[in-house]
């Protein structure tokens, strides 16, 4: 089993192969300097389906590919924060405006199956087991606390993606005891918002005590907000990376990012 982990600067975008190759793709940014997009890129490898697409978060960044993905490949599932319906994203995205991306995927949601039925069963992705919490709207009614986190657990290490969830967020999912064991279970943790200030979250120090790397996408150091160095390094145990000892990796620095799981072993690439 692999998870790539694409260089999309400000996006998001990673593709987890299962050992059955099956694929769950996490996100569907694009990078607009090298003009990567995920679809094209599926293409080009000859894959035509995604078993599963799973949206974090609402936000452009996180779905400005859409068109590329969709006119490229066959989606059989949409993972998502089932509490925020098409017609929530229009009513979220009013004051600012909905890009292409959110768009095109707005028009999309409905058409794709979220529920396991006899004619849709829920895909089986060997050697891989799966969480997802979120806040629920309109108890939040901002895209980034109805960020949804996707906890995989991938022969048994956790991965754990955190969308753009703030402080605020991140505390009322901390009251449910599933989320602190999911957090005690992640061994990656990709870091919310972008490794942005508002996505660091004190109260998790205590439930990540089993982190070895923690990735963020990022392009730069765009806002004043992004240096959160250190608050991750103290959280991440680290380990070997490309010829050294890491514990924070970054896009911006790093590239692709990978990751490789078997029974009794992983690490990153």
Known sequence: MRLQIFDVEHGACSLLTADNNARLMVDFGHNAATTWKPGTYLRQQGIQQLEMLAITNHDEDHASASA???????????????????????????????????ERLVREIDTYTSEPTAASPEPMFQGLERQVFYNEYPTFDDENNLSMVLFLKCHGFGVMFTGDLEKAGFQRLLQREPFQQALLATNV?????????????????????????VVIFDKGYMYDTQQTLPFYQQIAKGGPFRGANRTVLTTRIDGRI??????GSWGPY
């Open 258 to 263: 990978g990751f490789h799981f078997s029974p």
């Open 189 to 213: 943790y990709i870091a919310s918002h972008h490794g942005r200030e508002n996505g660091c979250c004190p109260d998790l120090t205590q439930y990540v005590r089993n982190v070895f790397y």
């Open 68 to 102: 590329d993905l969709f006119d490229n490949v066959r989606v059989s599932w949409l993972l998502r924060n089932k509490s925020v319906s098409g017609t929530g994203i229009k009513t979220l995205k009013t004051e600012e405006g909905m890009g292409p991306g959110i």
